[in-house]
């Protein structure tokens, strides 16, 4: 199984919106609807922010928002706040395994 | 409020066998909903998926690791252990154990161990 594949950076300013890709294959994101999104910060543990491709767990702002298309899911964050600064990894379901995307580190600039 | 906690030894001999064990508390292992899984992340890298366990037992591995791997499962103790022999440098990593929904997404996650290993 190979990993997802992540841009290794992105960025915005306070209050902008920013997008992160996340592709695969049709053996895993594309032929699934379970893609996962996890938030870490340097020193912890990851935090899952959505799943099931757009759902958002209790607690988690709705800043943050998740789609599919085909073999890419992306991640948004809106109105981007300073503690939003943090490494971002995709993950989906392939088959009787879990695959995860290689991370994305946001920059609030 | 679910907790998972990784222990185990944060050194090990190259060539010999990794063991970690996450103990749970807060919330069944026996549970019919959940699967409990392993994760690493080796020092400044990305995450990577080890293995899942059910509470009757059935395993799921990452395919790349299946040949030195075991994970089993003590419900009686609700915990869940890691077994990973013939270790290499590139083990070293960070290890933490998860509560997960089936093999869809990890719902919670342990603090984390380091894990090194060196001679």
Not at chain 1, 12 to 21: D, L
Not at chain 2, 21 to 29: P, Q, R
Request: include cysteine; charged fraction near 15%; hydrophobic fraction near 30%.
């Amino acid at each position: 199984q190979s990993a997802l594949t992540q841009p290794p950076s992105a960025s915005g300013s306070p209050g902008q919106s920013v997008t992160i890709s996340c592709t695969g294959t049709s053996s895993d994101v594309g032929g699934y609807n379970y893609v996962s999104w996890y938030q870490q910060h340097p020193g912890k543990a990851p935090k899952l922010m959505i799943y099931e491709v757009d759902k958002r767990p209790s607690g988690v702002p709705d800043r943050f928002s998740g789609s599919k298309s085909g073999n890419t899911a992306s991640l948004t964050v809106s109105g981007l706040q300073a503690e939003d600064e943090a490494d971002y990894y995709c993950s989906s379901y392939a088959g009787r395994n879990i695959v995860f995307g290689g991370g994305t580190k946001l920059t609030v600039l | 409020q679910l907790h998972l906690q990784e222990s185990g030894p944060g050194l090990v001999r190259p060539s010999e066998t990794l063991s970690l064990t996450c103990t749970v508390s807060g919330g069944s292992i026996s549970s019919s909903d959940y699967y409990w899984g392993w994760i690493r992340q080796p020092p400044g890298k990305g995450l990577e998926w080890i293995g899942s366990i059910f509470y009757s037992g059935s395993t799921d591995y990452n395919p790349s690791l299946k040949s030195r791997l075991t994970i089993s499962i003590d419900t009686s103790k609700n915990q869940f252990s890691l077994n990973l022999n013939s270790v290499t440098a590139a083990d070293t990593a960070v290890y933490h154990c998860a509560r997960q929904v089936y093999n869809r997404y990890i719902q919670d996650w342990g603090q984390g161990t380091l894990v090194t290993v060196s001679s």
